[in-house]
């Protein structure tokens, strides 16, 4: 296997980088961890003229601060937001997707940026930054823009990125008072797996009444982007988080998706398994609220 | 166009001339005859290929060699020092861990990173810590024992290290 041939840039700057996303627009790829972009050139589905390397920026970092939430940097790698301590106090379910993808090689080189920006329907990272409420940053010598990663993500492997931006950072906000968040894929192995669908859930009770005061789920690998379920969020909101409501919101989730046969595993077995992943993952999370 | 760069590989400088679509995998193998490190799916996905970039795991057929500028790359000829094995790579041969042999480079570097952040691992750690790393002779059994053989080694070589 080898690659079609491309000039390679390095920038030092994200000014640089952006003059040059300018400049050369569709005939550039950005590089960060190349877990799937050398895999697509060798493929020849890219053969961009440019590759630019991120790895002189910095743009790897995972900050927390109290009030203004979470910001995890384009280059962070998977391996560094599933051990960064900050993460797992605040955005478990975050550790809880990392921790799942590929394998220890790949979360060593894949990156936060990567796992958007490529935006597979089963991408791990997606279903829960989107339950949590998380935006991206965009970035061109135009200026900056920040949008929800719910409306990023438009369709497989499609989003809102214009040719001269790039990713700069995702952006979580703080966690709602007295939540949790957490997140299942099911594969048919444990590493180096596609999943067949995944579940993310954040739900919030108030102490005064024990009533859902908040709830999100999203759904990966079930449509062509991480997909909300409204109806089953609209069936938790204000109700006792008991079993019967618990159970009422993960039969919703199996009617909401809208999943498709292929070789991984048939639609009607895909409906199945989400609806058991939102019931754990919903029994989950409020027992971590309620203790 | 081709260019020279420079690689720290296993402690060493080497002048190399390459194009920037040149993947480290191939550059180790056929420019510098450090054959040590394999080739298999080329895609990522087996873990033959596994070499250690600045302490941490990367996988040799997806990486540019020109992103290596800078940084130190360790491969299974960096393992061996002075002509005496590893301890990781004298467990991997007393404990049978070898068949074939194709699997064992990335197996013996996924189990250093393991090692060098977790010196004393579960079982349970240890699978996860070469989960990345296919093998189709083993079953994977004497693997784990190896690496937990080494564990040992390694532990007991840096408690007599303290003592001395």
Redesign the interface.
Known sequence: ????????L?PGSTAELAGLLAAHRDRCRI?AG??DL??W??EKIYRPDY?I?L?KLPLAGITYEKGRGLTIGAAATI?AIERSPLVRQYYYALVQAAGQI?????R??ATIGGNCCNASPCADMPPPLVTLGATVVLTSARGSRELPLETFITGNRQTAIQPDEFLERVHVPDPWPNSACRYSPFGLR???EIDIASVAVNIAIDPATGLVSNARIAMGAVAPFAMRAPGAEALLVGKKPDADALDGAAAQCSRECRPIDDLRASASYRRHIVGVLARRMLRDAVAAITG | MKRVIELDINGGAYDVVISPQDLLIDVLRQKLDLTGTKKGCGQGDCGTCTVLIDGRRALACLTLAIACEGRRILTIEGMEKNGVLHPIQQAFIDKGAVQCGYCTPGMVLSAKALLDENPAPTEHEIKLGISGNLCRCTGYVKIVDAVRDAAGRLQAGADSGKGA
């Open positions: 296997m080898s690659l079609p041939p491309f000039d390679y390095a590089l190349g877990t050398v895999n050139m060798a590759v390397d790895r391996e590929g394998s220890p090689q790949i060593a080189m444990a590493a180096q």
